[in-house]
């Protein structure tokens, strides 16, 4: 392997291992020295590829977002053109997306909090990504009521974020389908859809 590459390798088994331990037992539990140990890589050689525990788990949200981002966009593009259709697509899409591996639902949801500042910046940028799919998605349809569609498109993050949230935290988890049919019917009536 060229230089280049073992350095793209050692980065990309830094992102493994920052997968499931950032996921449980979670980023402040994480040190450099676990994550190197699960990498199978030396310390000095984590610095080689990030500045610091911080920057691993910025890159892995990023690319937990741009993943999640790009499902929703296609489930949007393919969705029958009725706003109702293209918000029970986008929802289905990301819920099921986001749940499919319980270490993407804790990143994007929980640690994401729990990292205080550091995802700061990346979760804000995140946010507006989504809220943006979700005004470009419901653009094209009337309001009855004169409504800032950002505002809406927040809200609607926000209550997607929580639902998440449940699945993850709750003794009690409720069934995937129970969460998607709950958010569907909070964006439908928050976005005017018949």
């Not at 296609?74 to 749940?99: C, H, N, W």
């Not at 994007?108 to 500042?117: F, K, P, Q, T």
């Amino acid at each position: 392997m060229s230089a280049e590459q073992r350095l793209a390798d050692r980065r990309e088994r830094l992102m493994t291992a920052a997968y499931t331990l950032y996921a449980k037992p979670g980023f402040s539990a994480t040190t450099i020295e676990r994550l190197c140990s699960e990498a199978r890589i030396s310390n000095r050689a984590f610095y080689e590829c990030f500045g610091g525990r911080e920057e691993l788990l910025q890159a892995l949200h990023e690319r937990c977002v741009e993943e999640s981002l790009a499902v929703v966009a296609k489930a949007l593009q393919e969705a029958p053109a009725t706003l109702m259709d293209r918000i029970a697509s986008g929802v289905r899409a990301y819920m099921e997306f986001a749940t499919a591996d319980w270490r993407r639902a804790r990143i994007m949801h929980l640690e994401v909090r729990r990292s205080g500042d550091v995802l700061a910046v990346s979760r804000q940028r995140a946010v507006a990504s989504f809220a943006q799919l979700i005004e470009d998605a419901s653009a094209e349809f009337p309001v009855t009521v004169p409504i800032d569609r950002r505002l809406v498109a927040l809200a609607v993050i926000g209550a997607l974020q929580e639902l998440l949230i449940e699945w993850l935290m709750s003794d009690h988890q409720p069934e995937l389908d129970k969460l998607i049919e709950v958010a569907v019917h909070i964006c439908g009536r928050s976005l005017g859809a018949t």
